[in-house]
């Protein structure tokens, strides 16, 4: 499944949030959408989603516009892992994976081997098989964000786009998670904090900045220090990391590297 | 493909109960038990009330209704039992079930567990069709509708409002539906306290007794547009199900796996404000039941539509019959207010409810 974005501007309120944004993702690829907070990621992967409708350019999915298809027929080509996943009181694990065959259903029908094969594969995928029977409110928050991700396999669409799916999860949880969707198969678009994951495991990265894109291409190629500084802030590094010996990025504050000013700061507080 | 991985298991030990009290194969014994429950609530509703006869004469007279034969009863006995006892216990079924429906549909939509029925105004703007009825005279509003009509007319225009006013480009946003209903109400119930002081005090005895919602007086010709209704919007409702389920986990979700979101969402509000809007206008507003019973049924069989929708219905007409036959018998031959009954049986029995759930071990994360 290839994805491809020409020109889109999305506005919320009237207010333009996403200005011509043009980005592909070919068959297999994992793209990574990177940039400050408030620089239009979600507003962008919004779009895609089809929860807002672009106000400018189109978004196609193997040459078909998203926003011309019929909601089954999307979901049929992109699953989703949204940033907020809400735990709703009364439903079980396996019952919001579930929820993620809603296209391969036509209404009243009961649940086929198929189907609860798919959502048992999906569980084990993200390791929480175990907790099928358990309620979403028992659940803690990166519990709940692996079940989520389970219910967009079980989708078995062959795009898959994420809102930073390793927010609350703990370190070693996050690099399975991107070890597991790398693995998959899929074209992925997913939304990422941390520079130097975007470094390691995605093929492109796009970057936004106040809704347009300042840079894209393949990670190492975009994210030089002197780039990094200017859109984000921060210092950076870029050096072989000390464990795999492949390109790493560090950051750091300007503030805590200016020795000047944490002498400045002692000598003040003291 | 290349090689799937998959992410390491968090090994805890496996849950030793089910997660919901009633689930699977158990959701149809518990459905064909609250059938079974209904139709005897039903048979005991006709049976008593707050005159004593006996049991023989009056199914005599049921049965010679329903067949169309058999020896005519003395007639009144027969009026009693056929034109008043048996419609108020089916309109109380009735009532009770399109208020639960009503219920789950608009918490599903606005996915706020404090919502009921009446959160979008319908109820309040229902009373104050019903009492501008007296008080503009019976040529204007009344001629062409009654009071049962003016309510009902209020009740969807009321809707129509809180619709227009919390949409945006044809999208419905939750939080502004929650409180342009509220406010709505709010100035509705406003208007009718104004309305019922110009009111003398004959005519407001009668209101009064509407405003606190009740199931007397119901008579045949009542039952059949609610029964329409309720059976349309429940069958709607149904096919729907599934997609209630990915609605309530949140607008994205739902898109994401194929939810028509926005046209789902009119629905729902079409359907519940129309359930609402029918059983306010015969009955008036009786509380509790929209809002307690699709909450009682989750914490049963957990929130999948599926369930949750036949349940509820059935839950919903069980509970109304029965809290009408408490009313009506508590204090013969006075009738005590339904609405006094609902909250009285319910409250306690939702409280219970709420503490064996969270002793199970509901809430935690």
């Given at each position: 499944m290839r994805l491809d974005l020409a020109g889109v501007s999305a506005c919320i309120d009237a207010r333009p949030i996403v200005e011509d944004v043009?980005?592909?993702?070919?068959?297999?690829?994992?793209?990574?959408?990177?940039?400050?907070?408030?620089?239009?990621?979600?507003?962008?992967?919004?779009?895609?989603?089809?929860?807002?409708?672009?106000?400018?350019?189109?978004?196609?999915?193997?040459?078909?516009?998203?926003?011309?298809?019929?909601?089954?027929?999307?979901?049929?080509?992109?699953?989703?892992?949204?940033?907020?996943?809400?735990?709703?009181?009364?439903?079980?694990?396996?019952?919001?994976?579930?929820?993620?065959?809603?296209?391969h259903k036509r209404p009243l029908e009961r649940e086929t081997p198929a189907d609860q094969a798919a959502v048992t594969t999906a569980l084990?995928?993200?390791?929480?098989?175990?907790?099928?029977?358990?309620?979403?409110?028992?659940?803690?928050?990166?519990?709940?964000?692996?079940?989520?991700?389970?219910?967009?396999?079980?989708q078995e669409a062959p795009l898959l786009i994420l809102d930073e799916p390793t927010n609350h999860l703990d370190v070693g949880s996050q690099l399975h998670l991107l070890d597991l969707i790398r693995s998959l198969g899929l074209t992925l678009l997913a939304a990422l904090h941390d520079l130097d994951q975007a470094a390691a495991y995605a093929d492109q990265v796009v970057v936004l900045r106040d809704g347009r894109v300042a840079g894209h291409g393949p990670p190492l190629e975009v994210l030089t220090p002197a780039f990094i500084e200017e859109v984000f802030g921060v210092r950076a590094h870029v050096g072989p990391h000390p464990i795999t010996g492949r390109p790493h990025i560090a950051v750091a504050s300007p503030v805590t590297m200016s020795d000047e000013l944490i002498t400045t700061g002692i000598r003040e507080g003291g | 493909m290349t090689d799937?991985?998959?992410?390491?298991?968090?090994?805890?030990?496996?849950?030793?109960?089910?997660?919901?009290?009633?689930?699977?194969?158990?959701?149809?014994?518990?459905?064909?038990?609250?059938?079974?429950?209904?139709?005897?609530?039903?048979?005991?509703?006709?049976?008593?009330?707050?005159?004593?006869?006996?049991?023989?004469?009056?199914?005599?007279?049921?049965?010679?209704?329903?067949?169309?034969?058999?020896?005519?009863?003395?007639?009144?006995?027969?009026?009693?039992?056929?034109?008043?006892?048996?419609?108020?216990?089916?309109?109380?079924?009735?009532?009770?079930?399109?208020?639960?429906?009503?219920?789950?549909?608009?918490?599903?939509?606005?996915r706020n567990p404090l919502a009921d029925p009446y959160v979008l105004g319908v109820s309040s703007a229902a009373s104050l069709g019903a009492v501008l009825v007296p008080a503009l005279g019976s040529t204007a509003l009344a001629g062409a509708f009654g009071v049962t009509g003016a309510a009902f007319a209020a009740a969807m225009l009321s809707a129509l409002l809180v619709y227009l006013l919390s949409q945006r480009s044809g999208r419905l946003l939750d939080s502004w539906l929650v409180l342009t209903g509220v406010a709505v109400g709010y100035l509705c119930a406003a208007a009718t306290t104004f309305v019922q002081l110009q009111l003398n005090p004959t005519e407001l005895q009668g209101m009064m007794f509407w405003l606190m919602g009740s199931v007397a007086g119901a008579s045949w010709p009542d039952l059949g547009v609610p029964a329409l209704l309720i059976v349309a919007c429940m069958a709607w409702l149904a096919l729907q199900a599934r997609?209630?389920?990915?609605?309530?986990?949140?607008?994205?979700?739902?898109?994401?796996?194929?939810?028509?979101?926005?046209?789902?969402?009119?629905?729902?509000?079409?359907?519940?404000?129309?359930?609402?809007?029918?059983?306010?206008?015969?009955?008036?507003?009786?509380?509790?039941?929209?809002?307690?019973?699709?909450?009682?049924?989750?914490?049963?069989?957990?929130?999948?539509?599926?369930?949750?929708?036949?349940?509820?219905?059935?839950?919903g007409a069980l509970f109304l019959v029965l809290v009408d036959l408490a009313a009506r018998t508590a204090d013969r031959p006075n009738e005590l207010p339904v609405g006094i009954f609902t909250t009285g049986l319910g409250v306690p029995f939702f409280l219970w409810l709420l503490r064996r759930r969270a002793k199970g071990g509901g809430d935690a994360a």
């Open positions: 043009t980005l592909t993702a070919r068959p297999g690829q994992f793209v990574a959408l990177i940039g400050p907070n408030g620089s239009g990621k979600s507003t962008l992967l919004r779009t895609v989603y089809r929860s807002l409708r672009p106000s400018a350019g189109v978004i196609r999915l193997d040459e078909q516009d998203l926003w011309r298809m019929r909601p089954r027929q999307a979901a049929r080509h992109r699953a989703i892992l949204p940033q907020h996943g809400q735990a709703v009181e009364g439903f079980s694990a396996a019952e919001v994976v579930a929820a993620g065959r809603h296209r084990e995928r993200v390791g929480m098989d175990w907790a099928a029977d358990r309620l979403m409110t028992t659940l803690s928050g990166g519990e709940r964000q692996r079940v989520l991700l389970a219910r967009a396999l079980a | 799937t991985l998959t992410l390491p298991p968090r090994t805890r030990p496996a849950p030793s109960r089910r997660p919901h009290l009633i689930s699977g194969p158990a959701t149809g014994l518990l459905l064909a038990a609250l059938v079974a429950g209904l139709v005897a609530a039903l048979v005991v509703g006709i049976s008593i009330g707050s005159v004593n006869l006996p049991l023989a004469q009056v199914w005599g007279v049921v049965w010679a209704h329903v067949t169309g034969r058999g020896a005519q009863a003395d007639p009144l006995l027969s009026q009693v039992v056929w034109e008043i006892r048996t419609p108020r216990a089916l309109l109380a079924a009735l009532a009770g079930a399109g208020l639960s429906v009503a219920g789950v549909a608009l918490q599903a939509l606005v997609a209630l389920n990915a609605l309530m986990a949140g607008e994205e979700a739902a898109i994401a796996i194929g939810v028509p979101v926005a046209a789902l969402r009119i629905g729902l509000l079409v359907a519940g404000s129309l359930l609402t809007a029918t059983v306010v206008s015969v009955v008036g507003g009786i509380g509790f039941i929209g809002l307690m019973i699709p909450h009682m049924v989750r914490f049963v069989v957990g929130a999948d539509h599926r369930r949750v929708l036949p349940v509820s219905l059935l839950t």
